[in-house]
């Protein structure tokens, strides 16, 4: 086995952003609800759900694309759920959140055995992942090109996401409110802005963003459903939005962070002596 | 008059988590409905899953998997009574069970030393990671449920790496660390079944749990302080010292929960024998079912304890897959937030009209 650390090798290069791109994704979802008033720690079930969905809509639909759908509208279902606890019952955010993480891990490993009658692990050949596309010019030029080229669709939109929250926030009616009822609850309420509606808002983008870093995950990454194959990412992922003070370049610079030193213990895992 | 004032606060104590197990029942049934499956009879297989079987050996079962969930639930329920959301019950339950492991096989002292020596061992390292998250709240106000949350991921991690590299047991083919010696075995009481001494602890400490409460000075700090604490700030009492003081015994009893798996149940440290059956989560479940009252822990941790075991049952005869009962779990959480949630906003509307 190379006992170098080579960290040029284009094929670790190209696995930077896969790993990045699920982290990012959930973290600007997050990120809005942070942004909202909402400590949103259910991120990691809305992702689960994500992989499921993904993986559910590509066999029965027989698209890659029709399977994120899916993906997105599960992981949606899921915060629809958490939305009406959180913003009709007035329902302590935090437990409701471990709650929808538990239903939803828990459901679809339930769905896993009723509907694909397997355990632990879906793969079929009928299951169609995410095509990967090159960027024209820029996979040619060296390190950069394995980099940023060579990706699923969700990775490039990612990237359209953090530019889409930015301008949401800052440049944007609606992305004003939700800052202003995040920051000032009560001022907001006497302006006449509603803040359920706010809420409802932020938690199903939450959703969407979540349900879309999860079909990357079981579409893009690999093509399988695996038991609790979020791993963890969604906590990551609030840790990114907190790190990167709720602010889209924060939390992309965070994400990427995050992705970079997983993908860098995969390749010393690789590296002999360490295994 | 007062009798029958404390039995309409029974029962409207009694009537959301009553309500939440009822409902959670019902939409498990009706997934299983849309998946094919028949609830009742399914219901049934899991009520045999839980109580029945040969001389009620579900029953002894149930028992013995609600013993770690019961005492976790109290460990939990102490810190949030207090207000502090100590959810790493965890990490702290993994570190205390490695610890009692580690100290338990290599100590060079007769068994009586030993056992003390662990125990001791166990509920400091537990204690003193259940401090880092009061620390880093105190210090930086990080959110305690952030901070221990995240917290157990360190701490499985790090039992994982020492049960498989420094103190694995070469001469299995399994990731574990050794036998602990015969002496330091808590014998069963129950002869063919898992029921161990150690469980008749719980129900000790749970009541020694509730009298302190209900009865004495610092339970009534405590009481307050998760009502409001400014309220005990302003009469004079350190917050600060009161909220390490909580979470250290908070997490000294996860950890004990800890031992007691380690030196009743298997004898020996493996990794994902405390987590993969969630005791940690079912326990928060249960405190939280129980609205952080010790005595009520009692209840509901037997009752999800009696749903998961019954999952296994149910499995077993019926091909319901087991995981029907964590999802009927989080189901019965929803309902007990929306609940409280509600009580909580009619209670502030009230005010502000």
């Given at each position: 086995m190379d006992n170098t650390l080579n960290l040029l090798d284009p094929i670790f290069l190209n696995s930077i952003f896969r790993l990045v791109t699920p982290i990012l994704l959930a973290a600007l979802g997050g990120m809005v609800c942070t942004r909202a008033g909402i400590v949103n720690i259910a991120l990691e079930g809305h992702m689960i759900m994500g992989c499921f969905g993904g993986v559910l809509g590509s066999y029965y639909l027989k698209s890659a694309i029709g399977g994120v759908l899916v993906g997105m509208i599960m992981s949606m279902l899921v915060a629809l759920i958490y939305g009406i606890l959180r913003v009709?019952?007035?329902?302590?955010e935090v437990v409701v959140g471990l709650a929808v993480n538990l239903f939803s891990t828990s459901l679809t490993v339930f769905l896993l055995r009723t509907?694909?009658?397997?355990?632990?692990t879906f793969s079929s050949p009928d299951l169609k992942g995410l095509k990967i596309l090159e960027l024209p010019i820029i996979k040619?030029?060296?390190?950069i090109g394995p980099l940023l080229s060579g990706h699923t669709i969700v990775v490039y939109f990612s990237w359209i996401c953090v530019a889409l929250t930015y301008i949401l926030f800052f440049n944007t009616t609606l992305g004003l409110r939700i800052r202003g009822v995040g920051e000032n609850p009560e001022a907001s309420k006497t302006l006449g802005i509603s803040i359920s509606k706010i809420h409802y808002f932020a938690i199903l983008l939450c959703g969407a963003f979540c349900g879309l870093a999860g079909a990357q995950l079981s579409?893009?990454?690999?093509?399988m459903f695996v038991e609790e194959?979020?791993?963890g990412r969604g906590w990551i992922a609030i840790v990114a939005s907190l790190l990167g003070q709720a602010h889209p370049i924060g939390v992309f610079l965070a994400s990427t962070l995050f992705g970079f030193v997983s993908s860098l213990s995969f390749r010393i895992q690789g590296l002999a002596g360490f295994v | 008059m007062k009798i029958r004032k404390s039995f309409r606060n029974l029962t409207s104590s009694f009537k959301a988590p009553v309500i939440a197990v009822i409902g959670g029942l019902l939409i498990g049934g009706i997934i299983m409905l849309i998946s094919g499956f028949e609830p009742f009879s399914s219901y049934r297989a899991l009520f045999d899953g839980a109580f029945g079987g040969k001389n009620s050996a579900n029953l002894v079962g149930t028992l013995v998997r609600s013993a770690p969930i019961i005492g976790l639930a109290l460990a939990a329920s102490i810190s949030f009574k207090a207000?502090?959301?100590?959810?790493g019950g965890e990490g702290q339950m993994v570190l205390g069970a490695i610890t009692a492991a580690i100290i338990a096989i290599?100590?060079?002292?007769s068994a009586p030393i030993t056992a003390v020596l662990a125990v001791l061992g166990a509920i400091t390292v537990s204690g003193c990671y259940a401090l880092i998250g009061a620390w880093l709240d105190i210090r930086?106000?990080?959110?305690l449920f952030i901070s221990t949350l995240l917290l157990n991921y360190p701490a499985n991690y790090f039992a994982t790496y020492l049960a498989n590299h420094p103190?694995?047991?070469?001469?299995?083919?399994?990731?574990q660390t050794q036998r602990i010696p015969a002496a330091l075995q808590i014998p069963k009481i129950?002869?063919?079944?898992?029921?161990?001494?150690?469980?008749?602890?719980i129900p000790i400490l749970v009541f020694l749990a509730a009298y302190i409460f209900k009865y004495t000075k610092i339970g009534y700090k405590l009481r307050m302080c998760g009502y409001n604490k400014n309220f005990l700030t302003y009469g004079g009492v350190n917050t600060v010292k009161l909220e390490y003081g909580t979470l250290f015994i908070s997490g000294a009893l996860a950890g004990l929960i800890g031992v007691l798996e380690v030196?009743?149940?298997?004898?020996r440290y493996l990794p994902g024998m405390l987590t993969t059956p969630l005791y940690a989560w079912t326990a928060v479940t249960a405190a939280i079912l129980a609205n952080s009252n010790p005595i009520g822990v009692l209840f509901s941790g037997f009752l999800l304890a009696a749903i998961q075991n019954g999952g296994y049952g149910m499995e077993r005869t019926?091909?319901?897959?087991?995981e029907i009962s964590r999802v009927i779990q989080a189901v019965i959480i929803m309902i007990v937030c929306a609940a409280t949630g509600l009580k909580r906003k009619n209670v502030s509307s009230r005010k502000e009209g």
């Open positions: 009709n019952f007035g329902a302590e509907i694909f009658k397997v355990t632990g040619d030029i060296p390190i579409l893009g990454n690999v093509t194959m979020s791993g | 207000g502090f959301f100590n959810i290599y100590a060079p002292f930086f106000s990080i959110p103190f694995r047991d070469l001469t299995t083919g399994e990731v129950i002869p063919k079944t898992q029921f161990h001494a150690g469980i008749l602890i030196f009743g149940m298997r004898y019926s091909e319901v897959p087991r």
